[in-house]
């Protein structure tokens, strides 16, 4: 059975940073490209990051130079290191598991607020 279990979310002040973890169980972890999307209260789902199986990233625009994806592929772990808050950037962040045209696995997410 797969797992996908995000941690690390939490309250922020405006401009600082949090490091989201997700932990992946039941997936041949390195062959799958592992993205972190957020959904916002009554806005769709959005993509934020992405990490190849290669090692290659890729980001949206949103978060670029403030947010780092990372995969430590000898833990099944997954991880987004988030700098400069924004109020904006306030959702449930969603770790994924994508295998191309095989695939593709959701966790359940973790809250993260920016707030004074």
């Known amino acids: 059975q797969v797992h996908l279990v995000e941690s690390g979310g939490g309250l922020v002040q405006p401009g600082g940073s949090l490091k989201l973890s997700c932990a992946a169980s039941g997936i041949s972890f390195s062959r799958y490209n592992m993205n972190w999307y957020r959904q916002a209260p009554g806005k769709e789902r959005e993509f934020l990051a992405g990490i190849h199986v290669t090692g290659n990233t890729n980001y949206a625009d949103s978060v670029k130079g403030r947010f780092t994806i990372s995969r430590e592929n000898a833990k099944n772990m997954v991880y987004l290191q988030m700098n400069s808050l924004k109020p904006e950037d306030t959702a449930i962040y969603y770790c994924?598991?994508?295998?191309?045209?095989?695939?593709?696995?959701w966790g359940q997410g973790t809250q993260v607020t920016v707030s004074s």
């Open positions: 994924n598991a994508d295998r191309p045209n095989w695939n593709s696995f």
